[in-house]
């Protein structure tokens, strides 16, 4: 099956202070059936300036747990997205840099 798996994004400053919400878009995938509560492995994410990327330096990974399975019957293929535990990214303590 099909999936479009996302992820909930807030970026805050060193004062707590939220500087903007992303919906972080990972893909779609070819998998087989997902439920909540499992877990995906993937690359972290950070920040490049203000845009949420993957931090693909060596040994950056999380383990993170799917909270919601949607599925829209209204479009046509009937689409399926997953939505991963949102994250909180701080300004300055999860910048990649140049990768």
Known sequence: ???SISQS???VDMSDEIMSEVLFDHGDFELS???VGSSIIT???GLRQFEVVYDRRE???QRIRIV???ID???QPA???VYLEPITLIIGQHDVGEV
């Open 68 to 70: 919601d399975i949607e």
């Open 79 to 81: 689409t399926t997205r």
């Open 43 to 45: 690359n972290e994410l």
């Open 73 to 75: 019957l209204i479009t």
């Open 59 to 61: 040994g950056k990974k």
């Open 9 to 11: 994004v807030k970026i």
């Open 33 to 35: 059936a997902l439920a």
């Open 1 to 3: 099956m099909k999936y």
